[in-house]
């Protein structure tokens, strides 16, 4: 039956003919697409021929080995596989490999042709979240010549996408000095110009102000912050904050330009969210509209009673 589930699965990614547009890919989301008692608490990544397993739930070791046998009966060319144990709540542990021989350090992926950088072991994050792939896409389609700040930034995927389009200046933020490095590392990587990128190491709640002094606006903000985390300044929540981080993103946004916001929190409903931004909005005297909604794309599947997707989010327009 386990085996089944996730052959269906690879056959329904293949049907849309994503295996032909990328070297990263969500093969399994048990979620929204399953009722398996087990399965229904993991993810499944494809990096290249290496595999990616996320447990939000204590998943059995003997169900482990179920679904990396069925895996290679899946792709006769896997290398590797690793499993990450997100049942614990903010867990100091790394991904384990579970089988095969994965890379030391990082390896190039390609996504819509465009080249990252991931890793599999002694990491929490192969690198790539890939439920932005859409978000990417667009990005590549339509920020030749814009000036973009990218919050929140991670591994700076989004800022290699807007760099490849074109994008005029990108600035890339994280409070994280190691995947700050890591942006920098997948910027250089993808043969960026040096001269169009900018990396700061810093806490976006003391550089969005020094923006605004500066009297600095950027064509495209890029906003999607952790639904938690603790700097020296205090402590953020989404489902707290939103509403001032957004009285302090409006002011950088240029008239006419857009802001990709978003957040990852089963617990703040989308409705919630929007009124957080609006609220932010008009004491900013900022007239908005939103162009799109963020959702989850097809490799995320939502067929199975999902209550309440996590990622939730909107393009919007700051109307001149």
Known sequence: MLEAILERAVLYRKSLGCFDET???????????TNHTELKHLAIDRYLNHFWITAWKAIPETVVKQVVNALKSNFTDLESV?????????????????????????????????????????????????????????????????????????TGSLSVASGKAGAKKVTTLDLSKPTIEWAKENWNHAGLPLDHGDFIFGDVFEWLP???????????????????????????????????????VFPLL?????????????????????KDIQKAAESCRVSIRVLKRIDLPETFPTGVDLKERYLKGFYLLREE
């Open 23 to 33: 070297e990263a890919i969500r093969i399994f989301y048990g979620p929204g697409e």
């Open 82 to 154: 690793v499993f990450m144990d997100r049942s614990v709540v903010a867990t100091v542990a790394d991904s384990v490999l579970v089988s095969g021989s994965a890379p030391a350090g990082k390896f190039s992926v390609k996504e819509f042709g465009i080249p990252y950088l991931v890793q599999m072991t002694k990491i929490k994050h192969s690198g790539l979240f890939l439920d932005h792939a859409e978000l990417r896409q667009w990005l590549l389609k339509t920020q030749n010549e814009k000036t973009v700040l990218n919050l929140f930034s991670y």
């Open 210 to 248: 020094k923006f605004k002094k500066r009297s600095e606006q950027f064509d495209t903000i890029l906003c999607d912050p952790p639904s938690f985390s603790r700097s020296k300044n205090g402590v953020f929540s989404t489902n707290k904050d939103s509403s001032k981080l957004h009285e302090l």
């Open 254 to 274: 240029k008239p006419g330009g857009v802001l990709v916001t978003s957040i990852n929190s089963e617990n703040y409903p989308e409705s919630n969210f929007l």
